[in-house]
């Protein structure tokens, strides 16, 4: 199924998405990872957000 995901984002308007992935602090100090697929002009808000 990954294939199937990363093929799809690789072709037509695919390519406006990037993955990104934010390290997230929680309230008991132990960190986690956050991974979105967002929009191109959305990246810098989603690293802004908390």
Do not use: C, N
Not at 1 to 23: D, H, N, P, Q
């Amino acid at each position: 199924m990954a294939k199937k995901v990363v093929a799809t984002l690789k072709t037509g308007s695919g390519k406006e998405y990037t993955r990104v992935i934010k390290m997230v602090k929680s309230p008991d100090g132990q960190y986690s990872f956050r991974e979105e697929i967002v929009h191109k002009e959305h990246v810098k808000d989603f690293f802004a957000s908390k």
